[in-house]
Antibody, heavy 126, light 107 residues
Framework: EVHLVESGGGLVQPGGSLSLSCAAS????????MNWVRQAPGKGLEWVSH?????????FYADSVKGRFTISRDNSENILFLHMNSLRADDTAVYYC??????????????????WGQGTLVTVSS | SYELTQALSVSVALGQTARITCGGN??????VQWYQQKPGQALVLVIY???NRPSGIPERFSGSNSGNTATLTITRAQAGDEADYYC??????????FGTGTKVTVL
């Protein structure tokens, strides 16, 4: 059974830093692309970042976090990370990790998120 | 940037059919996913690549996509179908795009 468990959320001051983790089990983590998606209180879903499977050589970031957030992975421990710097009030959200299934024939255009974690809350406030 | 528009809310009588739409420019030429979100639970993929159901998702859930509108249809709606539903696509520029979300209420 697939399990994704996020941790590391909490209260941080504007301009501060925080690192999130997502512990994965139940599937071949090292070959799987992974993503972070967030949801501000009472709002919809917003994609944050993607990292490719295997070496994680390919990363994508939403414009809203580019240059401030860094996604990485430890395939030996089956953990996905999101390192967040220069945090702002509008980064306040529940952060979810999601496993991505990428189509062999269509690539990213045929991809989807087949498993999600329960999320961890990040609050940026003074 | 690419935008996906959904109605804020949809109400459906118990046992009847709910249709949740997702509007986007030429969305018919993109693969559309639908996710279900219930309070306190992990999001669940209910439809992928327009009209495919993952294992474990009831046949009551179906999807279609054409022109500028994708649709998630829930037939014989049950109380347990009450949730927020989000459509999602891949765009070459914006990457992963989610719709604005629709709250489904079963009356």
């Amino acid at each position: 059974e697939v399990h994704l468990v996020e941790s590391g959320g909490g209260l941080v001051q504007p301009g501060g830093s925080l690192s999130l983790s997502c512990a994965a089990s139940g599937f071949n983590f090292w070959t799987s692309a992974m993503n972070w998606v967030r949801q501000a209180p009472g709002k919809g879903l917003e994609w944050v970042s993607h990292i490719s499977g295997n070496s994680g050589i390919t990363t994508f970031y939403a414009d809203s976090v580019k240059g401030r957030f860094t996604i990485s992975r430890d395939n030996s421990e089956n953990i996905l990370f999101l390192h967040m710097n220069s945090l702002r009030a509008d980064d306040t959200a529940v952060y979810y990790c999601a496993k991505e299934e990428i189509s062999e024939t269509e690539g990213y255009s045929g991809s989807f998120y087949d498993y999600w974690g329960q999320g961890t809350l990040v609050t940026v406030s003074s | 940037s690419y935008e996906l528009t959904q109605a804020l809310s949809v109400s459906v009588a118990l046992g009847q059919t709910a249709r949740i739409t997702c509007g986007g420019n030429d969305i018919g030429n993109k693969n559309v996913q639908w996710y279900q979100q219930k309070p306190g639970q992990a999001l669940v993929l209910v439809i992928y690549r327009d009209d495919n159901r993952p294992s474990g998702i009831p046949e009551r859930f179906s999807g279609s996509n054409s022109g500028n509108t994708a649709t998630l249809t829930i037939t014989r709606a049950q109380a347990g179908d009450e949730a927020d539903y989000y459509c999602q696509i891949w765009d070459n520029t914006a990457r992963y795009v989610f719709g604005t979300g629709t709250k489904v209420t079963v009356l």
